[in-house]
């Protein structure tokens, strides 16, 4: 244990059950002496996550649907009511209709751009503006994209277009937020088995395919996930702003399958 995180306060945003990324990332941060205080999509996840905020000592839990604004406010209202400020904020929320992360990404339905733009890129607006405010020391924010925003991985479609933005959004909010030493980074996870990740189409295929073919020969755990998010959160990430790091075992780097899994031979 170390105390990179005490005496600091933050908001997990995204945590299903335990095999969640926002998990893995709470849990190594209470490790560090982080306070924390979750969010949770509805009654069902609520009653998931409850045993799990208990666990790490947690005693603000909230509900809130990003697809409503005003339970995002009540969140923030929540928040500096019980807190006064805050220090980070982690938001990994994503969502697209099942029926569109297969087959071509031009078949995506208006409709379902919408929502998946509102849920998965613009909330890590809405939710990082309303946290700068309460961030009245500095702060760091962080959200979960995949390589699926500048590379073409099969079935991902409209979410890796809402991925980009949502890179595109951490620049910008970086930026805006700066000055304020509120720091604005995304982390890149290799594909991770979750509730989420499984929506996509042949999720199990991408998986082994990555693990046969990064440079660590393997995916990557959400303990791995989270030592990275430490990095971000606390001050050993004091000087990282805009940043989109990858955690994925190497795999951004490969350009095609390695020999022995093409089992080519002179
Ligand atoms: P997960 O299913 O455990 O978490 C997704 C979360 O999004 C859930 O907690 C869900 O409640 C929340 N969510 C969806 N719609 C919401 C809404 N309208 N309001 C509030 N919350 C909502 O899956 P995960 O894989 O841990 O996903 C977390 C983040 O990590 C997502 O942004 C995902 O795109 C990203 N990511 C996942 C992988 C992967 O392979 N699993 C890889 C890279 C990035």
Known sequence: ISNLMSGKRGLIMGVANDHSIAWGIARTLAAHGAELA???????????????????????????DVEDLASVDSVFAALEKEWGKIDFIVHAIGFSDKNELKGRYADTTR???V???????FSFTE??????????????????TYGGSTRVMPNYNVMGVAKAALESSV?????????????????SAGPVRTLAGSGVADARIMYNYQKKNSPLRRTVSLDEIGGSA???????????TGDV???????NIVSMPRLEELKVHE
């Open 127 to 144: 939710i990082a503006k309303r946290a700068a405010t309460l961030m009245k020391d500095g702060g760091s924010i962080l959200t979960l």
């Open 111 to 113: 409709d379902n751009f």
């Open 115 to 121: 929502k998946t733009m509102v849920i998965s890129c």
């Open 245 to 251: 790091h990858f955690v994925d075992s190497g795999y």
């Open 38 to 64: 979750f969010t949770y999509q509805g009654e069902a996840f609520g009653r998931r996550v409850k045993p799990l905020a208990d666990a790490v000592g947690a005693k603000l839990l909230l509900p809130c």
């Open 171 to 187: 620049r910008y909010l970086a930026m805006d937020f700066g000055g304020d030493n509120i720091r604005v980074n995304a982390i």
């Open 230 to 240: 430490l990095y971000l959160l606390s001050e050993l990430g004091a000087g990282v």
